[in-house]
């Protein structure tokens, strides 16, 4: 028999979605059986898979210890022995880290322990801010995505209510996130907002573009600003108003300016003289526009925070000053 003391990171929840974290080996249909033959029982009784866990509640799971072996993925944060993380905020609640290009954020096809989340993770234990033996279905996670050759700023939170708060606040618009890339030449005008039509081609992952509305296609918005010209490249900065795959990359390709080192959406030739084989775009700027309540979040409404520091911005744009 096993036993789960719910805290405060795990209260709130249905029993049901507990389970699912805390017993990810134990299959759902076998995990509402063993709830209805009371074998997982809450505070000693019988209870119903949506049972809302309050903290101090108690489960008890009468079942294999098989079902408590953990996922590789979850414990890859054992095996850092010293965390790459540049730390640009954080606090009791949520970390933003400034993710460096090449670094995968979550586990992909090839697996492995070197991803940024599995470094959040190793840097939260050896400080002493997460300890994984007190939680029993919560671990940090994070709450945006960047793909691995993009760099910039990814939030991670450090607690379920914030992670429950950051989500919503995404999902509801109320962050702003802004792009720095170098492209090839220089748009025209120098400022502009593009509406573009995006579909996912999964077989050659990547997004195909279209003018006007297309089945499948999802309206894809962006704001550009030239920000310098050098070389027959410019600094651009993208504000998004939406957020789909590739955005960016896509959508500047598809206005005759693809970004410098993209070969998805630009072409070999144009990058060869250079020497980048991985796009320049970085999440550079990233603002905190709440609108509604926002708990534990609060003190982050209407900050904005900003990485001062962008390599290619130093490589090619050497007189620019980011935020200067």
């Given amino acids: ?23 990810p080996a134990l299959p759902g249909g076998l995990m509402h059986k063993y709830v209805r033959l009371k ?42 022995a010293v965390p790459r993380v540049q730390v640009l905020y954080e606090d009791d609640n949520i970390l933003l880290a400034d993710k460096q290009p090449g670094m995968v ?17 190793a840097y939260l234990a050896q400080s002493g801010q997460w300890d994984p033996r007190d939680e029993a279905s919560f671990v940090p996670a994070l709450c945006n995505r960047i793909d ?25 618009h109320e962050l702003q996130k802004r792009y720095l890339c170098v492209v090839h030449g220089t748009p025209r005008p120098r400022e502009a907002k593009i509406t573009h039509f995006l579909r996912r081609d999964e077989a050659k992952k990547q997004v195909e573009v279209f ?46 300016h693809p970004l410098l080192g993209d070969g998805k959406y630009g072409t070999n030739a144009q990058n060869k003289p250079y020497g980048e084989t991985h796009q320049l775009l970085y999440s ?6 709440f609108q509604g309540e926002s708990g534990a979040l609060e003190p982050l409404r209407g900050r904005t ?15 620019y000053r980011i935020g200067g």
């Fill in 211 to 256: 003018s006007r509305p297309t089945p499948g296609a999802k309206t894809a918005q962006t704001i550009y600003k030239v920000l310098a010209s050098r070389d027959g490249l410019s600094l651009v900065e993208c504000t998004l108003l939406t957020g789909r795959t590739h955005q960016i990359r896509a959508q500047m390709a598809a206005i005759g």
């Fill in 284 to 289: 550079y700027k990233l603002t905190f526009a």
């Fill in 39 to 80: 074998r997982i029982k809450v505070n000693g009784k019988r209870t119903e898979p949506a049972y809302r866990l309050c903290q101090g509640d108690t489960v008890q799971l009468y079942i294999n210890d098989e079902f408590f072996e953990r996922p590789s993925e979850q414990m890859a944060f054992q095996k850092i």
């Fill in 148 to 172: 691995r050759n993009t760099g910039g700023i990814v939030i991670a939170a450090k607690t379920a209510e914030a992670l429950r708060i950051m989500n919503d606040k995404i999902k509801n």
């Fill in 105 to 121: 954020v979550h586990a992909d096809e090839r697996g492995g322990a070197d991803t940024l989340i599995a470094h959040i993770q």
């Fill in 1 to 23: 028999m096993r036993e789960f003391c719910i805290q405060k990171n795990d209260s709130g929840q249905r029993l049901n979605k507990f389970l699912e974290k805390a017993v």
């Fill in 305 to 319: 925070f900003t990485v001062r520091d962008v390599p290619f911005v130093r490589k090619y744009f050497p007189d």
